[in-house]
Nanobody
């Protein structure tokens, strides 16, 4: 059973760096693309970055050049490395995985808070 657990959030000053981790306690064979989304207070959840099973990567324009997503299937983990953080990056970050066998029934983690102080 796929279960996603995020870690690595916290408080950081503007311009700093932070790394988020998402572990899958199930099988990576049961998921397709994985990624990170975020939701700021009063705003809708938005895509941050995704990485496919084959390694194709997509970034939101707002994080291009600052964030890096990586995937380690052997360790069942997806990592988001964030640098040059801005106050507008403050949000709850959620790990997402596409259900390989039931498209549309994505898996979500509980989220991890990132606060960037200016």
């Amino acid at each position: 059973q796929v279960q996603l657990v995020e870690s690595g959030g916290g408080l950081v000053q503007a311009g700093g760096s932070l790394k988020l981790f998402c572990g899958n306690s199930g099988s990576m064979l049961d998921v397709n693309a994985m990624g990170w989304y975020r939701q700021a207070p009063g705003k809708q959840r938005e895509l941050v970055a995704t990485i496919s099973r084959g390694g194709t990567i997509t970034y939101a324009d707002t994080v291009k050049g600052r964030f890096t997503i990586s995937r380690d299937n052997a360790r069942s983990m997806v990592t988001l490395t964030m640098s040059s953080l801005r106050s507008e990056d403050t949000a709850i970050y959620f790990c997402n995985a596409e259900n390989r066998w039931h498209p549309g029934s994505d898996y979500w983690g509980q989220g991890t808070q990132v606060i960037v102080s200016s």
